[in-house]
């Protein structure tokens, strides 16, 4: 019986090719993200929503009570921070602005979104996502929203189908 197969060599040419592609998708969806992805993040974690679209648990009745009385905000969760908390750096006093959201390229293979708040501000902000002392867990730092997930499907669709046709047009990735 005669056995053919690919040879060893075209395998990792194809695999080095592949991987370039996979590089550039990544490259692109750290320029992009920003406008599409990070604003459902930011609606999501506004709506009360965390990951899988499930909503915050309720504040208490005497936190929502000083909630109202203080700032005449009990209906917005996280509404955040002074603008004093923030000095440097470009980010701005309420937790949820866009500016305070930045997607890096991790390595080759591997996007993430960074919330750069320091100091006192990243205090808060750990308190809410992870649910400390008296805080119940309000996880607005995710991508698991469907909204979020929708969109993150679309821009890799998006970004795939751009540089193929690059690529097809002569443009080396």
């Known amino acids: 019986m005669a056995k053919a197969g690919i040879p ?3 395998l990792d040419r194809f695999e080095k090719g592949l991987n370039r592609f996979i590089s550039s ?5 750290v320029k ?4 599409v992805i990070t604003p459902e993040v930011i609606l999501a974690a506004q709506r009360g929503l965390g990951p899988d679209d499930k909503p915050y648990e ?10 109202k009385d203080g700032s005449g905000r009990e209906k917005r969760f996280l ?18 602005d866009i500016r305070n959201f930045i997607w890096e390229k991790v ?8 919330w750069r708040a320091t100091g006192k501000a990243a205090d808060y902000a750990t ?7 008296n805080m119940p867990k309000r996880e607005w730092m995710h991508l698991e929203a ?9 821009l890799l669709a998006n970004i795939a189908k751009d540089l193929g046709a690059e690529y097809n047009a002569g443009k080396k990735l």
């Open 8 to 10: 060893r060599k075209e």
């Open 25 to 29: 998708i990544a490259t692109e969806f």
């Open 32 to 35: 992009r993200a920003g406008k």
């Open 58 to 67: 309720d504040w208490s009745p005497a936190y929502k009570k000083r909630k």
């Open 79 to 96: 509404w955040g921070l002074t603008k004093k908390a923030f000095s440097k750096g470009g980010a701005t006093g309420h937790m949820l």
């Open 107 to 114: 390595n080759e293979f591997t996007v993430q979104l960074v």
């Open 127 to 133: 308190v809410h996502n992870e649910g400390l002392g």
């Open 146 to 154: 469907k909204r979020v997930l929708n969109r993150i499907d679309v």
